[in-house]
């Protein structure tokens, strides 16, 4: 089996700190000036040329608030802080996660087509789309598989370094997948629905599109009840953004966001899973990457069981007494699953309390958001997260590591300074 060199490699290193693109806060320059000035007052490593490999502020797009992770191709999240606030997750604060450049994509032009094992193959404009099946609105929490891989200790990782701020919930509009499959008429023996983006993603020896696939139960399932599959034009009632997949994506509640094609040109129905890239080799949770590891390894799709403290940030200075803590916490993907425990404990994981819930619990394939008043005492030096769902599972304390770094989910954590 020819066996890829992993693509999403990412060198650059960024400092973590909040760029502001579209609203005139420090410009880059002195942004990167304050901040050699700043650690050179604290004593801290001179300033670092390497922060310079990334393109930082200047790779967002307008309006977005993002700590960028890499900027060729573009990858960034909210600070968690920041991220933690609001159950819809604003523009300004959703990750961006892209695999290569942004297609430019020519909206009166566009068709998505449907072929494959269907009666009816088709192409259609986004306005034909929308003329001919109902609109559909649906909230799910997008995630990516590679949240959290900083996390990861053992051999160092390749990829994105993501913090636990590549997730974001948002309010989707658009069609059902269900019902133009239905339109289109799926012939016996479909098995897997291919999705297939615009992009174009540059490998040594050849180029191909951003892809994957989802078996057909997923693809069928409707929009009411367990959320289906959303063939979406909007996001937060806007249209999407060119980052986001303009002028259509699929959105697929309750798997990881790498199912969730953007710029969604090709849908084919078919008999097996897709051959694309990352569907067949990326996204598994391999020990080894060898031809046979991958072979054997199923392709992920739902997201794993989560939750993470956004309040305090790591390394807050405090006082003893009642701390207020907040966070997510998300469910794993499976059709019904729901949380049944956010917990915390502030004495390393012997000893945990219940947090409150405070959005999100009625609604599937979405994050909740949660808080709870701590007491800290002297000798507390961290605070711990770990949610439990329907499906039995509890978030783990350690995780084991894979090569990809995918899916990490041990307990959450903080580190408290006293002052
Ligand atoms: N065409 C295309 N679709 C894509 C990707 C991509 O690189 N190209 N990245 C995927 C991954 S890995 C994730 S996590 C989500 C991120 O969606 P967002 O950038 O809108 O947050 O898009 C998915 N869809
Ligand atoms: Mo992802």
């Given at each position: 089996m020819h066996h890829r060199q992993p693509l999403d490699t990412d060198d650059t290193v960024v400092p973590r700190a909040e760029f502001h693109r579209g609203g005139g806060t420090l410009s880059r320059r002195q942004f990167l000036g304050s901040l050699s000035a700043a650690s050179a007052a604290l004593g801290l490593l001179p300033f670092d040329s390497r922060w310079?490999?990334?393109?930082?502020?200047?790779?967002?797009?307008?309006?977005?608030?993002?700590?960028?992770?890499?900027?060729?191709?573009?990858?960034?999240?909210?600070?968690?802080?920041?991220?933690?606030?609001?159950?819809?997750?604003?523009?300004?604060?959703?990750?961006?996660?892209?695999?290569?450049?942004?297609?430019?994509v020519d909206a009166a032009a566009f068709r998505m087509s449907i072929e494959g094992l269907i009666e009816k193959p088709q192409k259609l404009s986004v306005a034909e789309l929308s003329?001919?099946?109902?609109?559909?609105?649906?909230?799910?929490?997008?995630?990516?598989?590679?949240?959290?891989?900083?996390?990861?200790?053992?051999?160092?990782?390749?990829?994105?370094q993501w913090g636990a701020?590549?997730?974001?919930?948002?309010?989707?509009?658009?069609?059902?997948l269900a019902a133009l499959l239905k339109h289109v008429g799926i012939q016996v023996g479909a098995r897997h629905v291919w999705f297939e983006g615009a992009d174009q993603i540059v490998d040594k020896s050849e180029t191909y599109p951003f892809g994957g696939s989802i078996p057909i139960e997923k693809a069928l399932s409707e929009s009411n009840g367990p959320p289906g599959p959303l063939l979406a034009?909007?996001?937060?009632?806007?249209?999407?953004?060119?980052?986001?997949?303009?002028?259509?994506?699929?959105?697929?509640?309750?798997?990881?966001?790498?199912?969730?094609?953007?710029?969604?040109?090709?849908?084919?129905?078919?008999?097996?899973?897709?051959?694309?890239?990352?569907?067949?080799?990326?996204?598994?949770?391999?020990?080894?990457?060898?031809?046979p590891a991958l072979q054997v390894a199923p392709p992920l799709y739902e997201f794993a069981l989560n939750s993470v403290i956004c309040l305090p940030a790591s390394e807050t200075v405090v006082q003893t007494g009642k701390l207020k803590v907040?966070?997510?916490?998300?469910?794993?993907?499976?059709v019904g699953t729901k949380l049944t425990r956010i917990e915390l404990s502030i004495d390393g994981g012997e000893r945990w309390s219940e947090a409150r819930t405070t959005a999100g619990m009625s609604n599937p394939c979405c994050w909740?958001?949660?808080?709870?008043?701590?007491?800290?005492?002297?000798?507390t030096d961290r605070l711990l997260v770990r949610a439990t769902d329907s499906s039995g599972q509890t978030q783990p304390r350690e995780m084991p590591w894979n090569v990809k770094g995918y899916q990490y989910n041990a307990w959450h954590q903080v580190r408290l300074k006293h002052g």
């Open positions: 310079l490999h990334a393109d930082d502020a200047s790779a967002l797009p307008e309006g977005k608030r993002l700590i960028v992770r890499s900027a060729k191709p573009l990858n960034a999240e909210p600070s968690l802080d920041r991220l933690g606030e609001d159950w819809i997750t604003p523009h300004e604060f959703f990750y961006i996660r892209n695999h290569g450049e942004l297609p430019h003329e001919r099946f109902p609109a559909v609105e649906t909230t799910a929490t997008l995630t990516c598989a590679g949240n959290r891989r900083n996390e990861f200790t053992g051999p160092k990782i390749g990829g994105v701020g590549a997730i974001g919930n948002a309010i989707w509009g658009g069609t059902s034009t909007k996001m937060n009632r806007k249209a999407l953004a060119p980052e986001h997949g303009f002028p259509l994506r699929a959105v697929v509640p309750g798997y990881i966001g790498a199912r969730s094609v953007k710029w969604l040109s090709r849908i084919v129905v078919s008999d097996r899973p897709s051959p694309n890239h990352y569907l067949a080799q990326a996204y598994k949770l391999i020990q080894e990457e060898t031809a907040r966070g997510f916490a998300l469910p794993g993907g499976a909740v958001l949660w808080e709870a008043d701590v007491d800290v005492a002297a000798r």
